[in-house]
């Protein structure tokens, strides 16, 4: 493999990064409220770089093709989907934000109840999972005229038995062990104890993505 170290413009804080399936581009996402997107064709590439309705015309490395704004948030997380014509990215003013490449003058915004997201994966081209602060992954379904909805948590509550078919042992050794009793309402209801901060695929197929994985 070779390396080429290359250096885009830009002066605010960036806190996410993505890459184009076709390698020639690059969206960025900062806490100045913007996701942009640049040019990252290097002519030292064996894979030369092309046209596309990101790149009209063949930019130099560093060259911006896109800049959108969010408003008031930052943006946390940014994924192009699998064949590289929509961008979504998710802000911390709990927004869900879309563009597709063949009108980049339309910004698609969700404006959420829940807690920000900070990351998020493009499932196929019809949906997308974000997770963040609400420590847990939820779906989002996109229609083919580009709208989101909300589509289900991911981290579904498991039902647990009932406390009346413990033991008086068995009650005595639980506290035992947490060293309290357990509260209503102390009781977490996801898995993830805390905020996740990264969706990575495990696998897929026919650019679809059938299992990922979350940390945080």
Partial sequence: K????????????????????????????????????????????SDKPH???WMPKLSKFGTLLAEFDTNSGWVHGVNFSPSGNMLAWVAHDASVNLVNSTNLEKVYTLNT??????????????????AGHTNSP???NVTPDNTLSF???????????????????DRFKKLDVQ??????????????ANCITEIRVISKSDNKVSKFSTTG
């Fill in 2 to 45: 070779q390396w080429y170290q290359r250096r885009v413009a830009i002066t605010a804080g960036i806190l996410c990064v993505d890459w184009h399936p076709s390698n020639h581009l690059i969206a960025v996402g900062s806490c100045d409220f913007k996701c942009r997107v640049f040019s990252a064709a290097l002519k030292e590439m």
């Fill in 51 to 53: 046209t596309s309705t």
């Fill in 113 to 130: 109840s829940y807690l920000p997201y900070c990351c998020l994966l493009w499932l196929s081209e019809q949906s997308l999972v974000a």
């Fill in 138 to 140: 939820d779906l989002y």
């Fill in 151 to 169: 589509g289900a948590k991911l981290d579904v509550k498991k039902e647990k038995s009932a406390s009346g078919n413990m033991s008086a042992m």
């Fill in 179 to 192: 060293g309290q009793t357990e509260a209503a309402g102390t009781t977490l209801e996801t898995t993830h």
